[in-house]
């Protein structure tokens, strides 16, 4: 293995969770760790110093996307991601991987790779282990993901057997395709649907060839929240303690706690963004629907505790006359509260491991649970 | 007359043009200034805090799409709207009358005033001049526009004739139903059409009037830019020297600085703010179309001597990526860039009137005019 550009140390645990320190070539993240999305190299709307002020270390942002727009030579032309997009913290890029998955009536999948009719430009092209790592080590990024084949829920043992032992073959190509590991670290994706048995022997062959860091894959694509907990948590019992584990696309509140208590470190999830920009935040008491018009004369801030521009500027009647008005003002702000949210979560979750205080980390998850749940008055 | 809350100090000239400083409730406006157009209580993507560093002092906001949404007693019982907004400076508001023009075939026109069908909700409603200063003076502006028969272009003597009157007799009808005359300021709009005398003599009825300041209104509705230039001349020489001279409505670079030679003090235009979310940045060079594909690998930035976020912080390369990818941060970031662009042509406009040089004045008339012109390269 050439020289890492990534490790992880682990700091504390209290029960299953773990708090501990990620070490990426564009600084240090601090685990639990939550991702915000970045699709095309940008955080919906909000700037990268107000990305940074919410909390946010690492942002992911998507191989797919930007490959077919600008297109990851002209990224690298211009001196990477981080310049191009302005955050000088770590980035990482799903590796198109789960794009694929979630426009499967566009492409076709072989084992060379994915034959893919982009929707942008009607133009196909094919993404293969081989280009995607060629795509994110131009792009710079700090963790570039293995490209794997994400598989459909439900899906049979047969076909889940199948599909890891692809993301396999797919992984030790993605693994000879890398020029740049000690610029860019490489995360495998562990798979095998909910099948223990799968996962096990995936986790063993994963393992196998030591990388960087490890995701857990294949969950949150339509299973109950309860195989979902079931798995993460199973899934990080085979994982090494000293990699960081990663849990794919997840989610609510109440997921990232529950997944850390299963001994998740790091997250990703369009939800803070995508229901800010549909005027939904997420408040302790609950997640409020700012269009709804019981907010129109409420000059109380949207949650008294939160120090993010929205709480600290503007009432709750201010945000819903943007949000109903269609002003993009209002979308903006509730995205930047609900990621000052989700880093406040995890920021406190940290606090309680450190300090090794189950009670702590009991009453984050109910409070969790709550702001998971529509606010009902 | 009532206790005033508006005064203006001429402080300089350089032949027509004017430099001074507009004292108003919640601060001073130094001359010529621009306002951006935050019609509903925002400027479209815009927070306040960075509107103040665009250099923007005075907001406009509109009147009628305020009390349709969220309603002028909502408003007042949050504050006003300065509160509500978040905005400490100065706010100006359109009395509702254009909006009125804008939407001719929802409006019918009479002597008592304006029944509208409001697309927003399909309640029709009647705004009057007495309805237009109750919801200004409820909303706290600093400055309260009166409600005025917008004449469409063309229009015959006769109709432009009997347009004026109707704006005099309503004018009259605001003054009668001020409230708070010493915490709202209220502007008389001159009327006219392209007719001399109309303009001469509606100009004698306002100033008899003896209002706080004196719009400019009925241009800039599709007339010729030379009749536009000419009639803002002529109507700004019709007006008393001591008190400021508002162009409704525009315009283009090159319109502000031409009517700044003519005379006039204040602006305000959707220009800067809709050019920038369709992807347009005016810059000395001229105006750039950051969707055009020239810019895909173009690492300068926007306008190398501009100071705004937009030009510090990203290249024309990513600002060309977030607009061709229809992310809402290039909207943004171009709307910052152009309020800049603005607010400094105003700002080098004042220094050069201060230190009464037409040569410097003659500079920035072709560098607007360029400014207004599409790149070509």
Chains 1, 2 share one sequence.
Do not use: K
């Not at 049979?156 to 599909?163: F, G, N, V």
């Not at 990232?256 to 998740?264: D, H, K």
């Not at 993009?328 to 949210?341: A, E, S």
């Amino acid at each position: 293995m050439a020289t890492r550009c990534c490790s992880f140390e682990l700091e504390a645990t209290c029960g299953d969770a773990r708090a501990g320190t990620l070490q990426l070539p564009h600084g240090a993240v601090p685990t639990p760790a939550f991702m915000p999305v970045g699709t095309r190299g940008t955080v919906r709307g909000i700037a990268p110093d107000e990305l940074a002020r919410s909390g946010s270390r690492l942002v992911l942002a998507n191989t797919y996307h930007l490959w077919v727009r600008p297109g990851h030579e002209v990224v690298r032309g211009l001196g990477g991601l981080h310049r191009f997009m302005s955050w000088d913290g770590p980035i990482l890029t799903d590796s198109g991987g789960y794009q694929v998955f979630s426009m499967r009536d566009r492409a076709v999948v072989s084992e060379e790779g994915v034959r893919i009719c982009s929707p942008e430009d009607g133009q196909y092209r094919t993404l293969t282990p081989e280009v995607a790592i060629e795509v994110q080590e131009a792009l710079g990024v700090d963790i570039a993901m293995a490209f794997d084949e994400c598989l459909e829920h439900p899906a049979t043992r047969a076909r889940a057997q199948q599909s890891t032992a692809r993301t396999l073959r797919w992984l030790d190509r993605c693994v000879a395709a890398r020029r740049r590991p000690d610029q860019t670290a490489l995360f495998g994706i562990l798979q095998g649907g909910l099948h223990e048995d799968l996962r096990r022997d995936h986790a063993e062959q994963l393992i196998h060839r030591d990388l960087d860091g490890y995701a857990v894959g294949g969950l949150s694509v339509g299973e109950d929240r309860e195989d979902l907990i079931a798995f993460a948590r199973y899934s990080a019992s085979l994982l090494p303690t000293d990699r960081v584990r990663y849990l794919m696309g997840v989610g609510h509140p109440i997921d990232i706690v529950e997944a850390v208590l299963a001994g998740i470190d790091l997250f990703d999830c369009v939800l803070p963004t995508r229901a800010g920009r549909h005027g939904q935040g997420y408040t302790s008491e609950g997640r409020r629907n700012l269009r709804n018009g019981r907010y129109r004369e409420d000059r109380r801030p949207l949650d008294p505790a939160c120090p993010c521009p929205a709480c600290t500027g503007f009432s709750r009647a201010y945000l819903s006359h943007l949000i109903r008005a269609g002003e993009r003002l209002g979308g903006r702000l509730l995205t930047l509260h609900n990621l000052t949210y989700y880093q406040r979560l995890v920021a406190r979750l940290r606090s309680a491991i450190e300090v090794d205080d189950p009670q702590q980390l009991r009453g984050l998850r109910a409070e969790a649970a709550l702001a998971t749940m529509p606010v009902v008055e």
